[in-house]
């Protein structure tokens, strides 16, 4: 096993962005690690899921410390993520690598990556067109949506490692307008810590995790994600979301092609 200095710069990059935003681990690393690295699409999304855990683990700490993660939500969100995780690494298991499946996982990851971009930039003005719809709602269909957008993110988080932080985020806003921001922003995370977790060891099961690349993220990360946490409060999100959302959208396009 080596380091790459390299690939340990990416993850201080990517993990200070992580913790200056809340996003972009898994939508920014999987797709640095494809074209500019040029790793296989599944060896990429299983060591970035495992290297997601990781990182959101140390979020979930501060997170669960200042009380600011709402347990029933990250049960809910588990009930339907957990069991769709399970089916869809059984089923890719199945599935032999070939250049076919490596074309279809970058077109999911690129539609991923736009959505996810979508979700960015238009977050606010979403969360206030769908969100009064959802007041109202009775706990037993609430219940039901949540456990269904955990079935999403399961399957797009298992194939693409995109999804937990943008998108499920931005549904967790529409569904829950009474909760505090950050008491969703820690369910999120929280709920992003098992999730990766056992789609990055499903994908270790089947031989598409990179040790040695996992280890020089890891090294890059974790220090790259407290720095970004400290320095969070001084940025503005009205500069970084933008830029983020762009350049989402303009990795997510270039794997189409």
């Not at 972009?24 to 855990?53: E, I, K, Q």
């Not at 200042?66 to 969100?77: D, F, H, Q």
């Not at 790259?224 to 959208?249: E, K, Q, W």
């Amino acid at each position: 096993m080596t380091v790459n200095p390299l690939y340990s710069l990416a993850g201080v990059l990517v993990g200070m962005l992580v913790g200056l935003t809340g996003v972009g681990g898994g939508s920014l690393m999987t797709p640095l690690l494809v074209l500019l690295f040029g790793f296989h699409p599944t060896t990429a999304v299983g060591t970035d899921l495992l290297y997601a855990s990781a990182t959101k683990a140390v979020g979930t700490t501060v997170h669960g410390s200042r009380g600011t993660v709402e347990w029933s939500v990250v049960r809910r969100l588990a009930i339907g993520s957990v069991p769709a995780t399970i089916v869809t690494l059984l089923l890719l298991s199945r599935v032999p690598r070939s250049d076919d499946t490596s074309s279809a996982i970058a077109l999911i990851l690129g539609a991923a990556l736009v959505a996810t971009a979508v979700a960015l930039f238009f977050r606010a003005r979403i969360v206030a067109a769908l969100g009064p719809r959802f007041a109202g709602m009775s706990p037993r269909r609430l219940t039901g949506l949540t456990v269904l957008l955990g079935v999403m993110l399961g399957v797009m988080v298992s194939l693409t490692s995109v999804g937990a932080g943008a998108l499920g985020m931005t549904a967790l806003l529409i569904l829950y307008p009474q909760l505090p921001v950050n008491r969703l922003v820690g369910s999120d995370i929280a709920h992003a810590v098992p999730l990766t977790l056992i789609a990055g060891l499903g994908h270790w099961w089947i031989g598409s995790v990179d040790v040695s690349l996992l280890v020089s993220l890891l090294l890059g990360s974790i220090p790259g994600i407290i720095a970004g946490s400290l320095i969070a409060t001084r940025v503005s999100d009205r500069v970084l979301t933008p830029v983020l959302a762009a350049t989402l959208a303009i990795v997510g396009v270039r794997l189409f092609f």
